[in-house]
C-alpha cells in the first residue's frame, strides 16, 4: 500500500510538472503574438523589438545556472513554487507595461523566474524516477512545451483580438498563481526524505567545478545554445513572417501555428521512450540525423510559396528539434552524478538561452538590413542546425559508463 501511495504521489508531481510546463510555455508564445500590437501601441522598430524579445533570455540564461543550483542545494519545494509565483507575477506586470524600459523590465523578471524551472524539473525527475525511466518522465514534462505552444497560439491570438494584449497578460498571470498553490500544495505532500538528501548535496563544495570540469558538459551547452538559436529564432519572429509576408490574418496564423505543436507534443514522447528503450549509449545518432533533418525542413519552409505546405515543413521541422531538446537534457539525467544533476543541466541550459537571447536581436537586425527579407535570417537557422549535427559527431556516450545511482525510488 505504501508503494502504490509513493507511486501515486510521484505521478501527481509529474502531472502537476506538465500543467505548469503548459502555462510556462503559453507565457513565452504570448509575447511573439502580442509583439505586433505591442509595437503598433508602443511604436517600437524592429530593432527594439528584437530587444524585448531579447531580454527575457537574457535573464532566463542566466538564471538556469542560477536555478540548477538553488534545487541542488535547497530542494524542488523551495524552488519550483517560487520561480512560478515569480513569473505569473512578472506576466502581470507585462501587460501594465506602458513604454519600451517598463516591457522590457518585465520581461527580463519574467525571465528570472521561469530560468529556475527547467533544471529543479530535472532535480525532481533525479529524485523520483530509476535511471531508465528518466528519459521518459522528462518527454513527458517537456511535451508541455508542445501543448502550451498549440494551445497557446489559439489561446493567445484570440484574447488579442477580443480584449487586447493588456488583459491577456493579465489573465496568464493570474492563472499561473492559481498553479503555483496547487504546486506547492503537491510538493508538501511528496518528498519526505528529501531534507536528509539536500543535506548530503550543501556538503559537497565540489559540484559546481565537477560540472564545470566535465567536457561533456561543454558539448551539451554549446549543442543546446544552437538547438535554442534555431527554435527561439523561429517563435520569435514567425508570427510577423506569416503576417508581414505571407499576408495571413491574426487567427487563422494562430489556427495554422497550433498544428506543428500538436505534432511536437507526440514527439516528444516518442523521443522519450526510444530513447530509454533503444537509443541508451547511442544518443549520437540523434543529434547526427535531427540536425540534418531540421536543417532541411527549415530550408524547404521558406522556400514554397504554399502555406499549408511551408507548415508541413515546419512542423515536420519542430519534430526534429524536439528530439534534439529532449536528447540535450536526459544526456546528464542518465550520465552525470545525481548529486550535481540540477547544477549541470543550469549550465547547459545557460548555454541554450544564450542562443535564445542573440537570436530574435540578430535575426530583427538581418531583417532589417536585407530590406525585411526574410531568407537570410532562415539560412542563419538552417546553418544553426548544422552546428548541432558537428557537435553531435563529438558526443561519446556508452552503457558502461553509465554510474549507478545511488538509491532508487519505486517509479518505473
Not at 12 to 17: A, M, P, Q
Not at 187 to 194: A, F, G, N, V
Not at 221 to 236: D, I, P
Request: proline share 2%.
Amino acid at each position: 500500500m505504501k508503494t502504490f501511495q509513493n507511486f501515486k504521489k510521484i505521478y501527481l508531481l509529474i502531472g502537476v510538472l506538465f500543467v505548469a510546463q503548459i502555462l510556462n510555455f503559453i507565457d513565452k508564445s504570448a509575447i511573439n503574438f502580442a509583439i505586433i500590437p505591442i509595437s503598433k501601441d508602443l511604436k517600437l522598430s524592429s530593432e527594439t523589438a528584437g530587444l524585448v524579445l531579447s531580454s527575457f533570455f537574457l535573464a532566463y540564461g542566466i538564471m538556469q545556472f542560477v536555478g540548477g543550483y538553488l534545487a541542488d542545494k535547497f530542494g524542488i519545494k523551495k524552488v519550483l513554487p517560487g520561480a512560478v509565483i515569480l513569473w505569473s507575477i512578472a506576466t502581470c506586470l507585462t501587460g501594465l507595461s506602458r513604454s519600451a524600459f517598463s516591457l522590457i523590465s518585465s520581461r527580463l523578471l519574467v525571465g528570472v523566474g521561469e530560468g529556475a524551472y527547467p533544471a529543479s524539473c530535472s532535480v525532481a525527475i533525479v529524485d523520483n524516477f530509476q535511471r531508465k525511466a528518466r528519459a521518459r518522465a522528462k518527454s513527458v514534462i517537456s511535451a508541455g512545451a508542445s501543448v502550451g505552444f498549440a494551445v497557446g497560439s489559439i489561446i493567445c491570438t484570440l484574447l488579442i483580438t477580443s480584449i487586447g494584449w493588456k488583459w491577456m497578460f493579465l489573465f496568464l498571470g493570474f492563472l499561473g498563481l492559481a498553479i503555483a498553490v496547487l504546486l506547492w500544495s503537491t510538493i508538501q505532500e511528496h518528498d519526505k526524505k528529501e531534507e536528509a538528501k539536500l543535506q548530503k548535496k550543501s556538503k559537497d563544495k565540489s559540484i559546481v567545478k565537477a560540472s564545470l570540469k566535465n567536457p561533456l558538459v561543454w558539448k551539451l551547452m554549446v549543442a543546446a545554445c544552437f538547438t535554442n538559436m534555431v527554435f527561439w529564432g523561429l517563435q520569435s519572429w514567425l508570427p510577423s513572417y506569416w503576417i508581414n509576408v505571407k499576408h495571413m490574418d491574426m487567427v487563422s496564423m494562430g489556427m495554422y501555428s497550433s498544428v506543428p505543436y500538436i505534432l511536437g507534443f507526440f514527439s516528444f514522447l516518442l523521443s522519450g521512450w526510444l530513447l530509454d528503450k533503444f537509443l541508451a549509449g547511442r544518443e549520437k545518432f540523434i543529434f547526427v540525423i535531427c540536425g540534418f533533418l531540421s536543417a532541411l525542413f527549415i530550408y524547404l519552409m521558406f522556400n514554397t510559396q504554399s502555406i499549408p505546405l511551408a507548415f508541413a515543413y515546419l512542423s515536420l521541422s519542430n519534430v526534429f528539434l524536439n528530439a534534439l531538446n529532449i536528447t540535450v537534457f536526459v544526456v546528464p539525467m542518465k550520465y552525470i552524478s545525481e548529486n550535481s544533476v540540477g547544477t549541470a543541466t543550469g549550465i547547459i541550459n545557460t548555454g541554450g538561452q544564450i542562443g535564445s537571447t542573440i537570436t530574435p536581436t540578430v535575426i530583427g537586425y538581418l531583417i532589417s538590413a536585407f530590406n525585411q527579407n526574410y531568407n537570410a535570417a532562415f539560412m542563419f537557422l538552417v546553418a544553426s542546425s548544422i552546428v548541432v549535427l558537428i557537435i553531435g559527431l563529438t558526443v561519446n556516450t556508452k552503457r558502461g559508463s553509465m554510474e549507478e545511482p545511488n538509491s532508487l525510488q519505486n517509479a518505473q
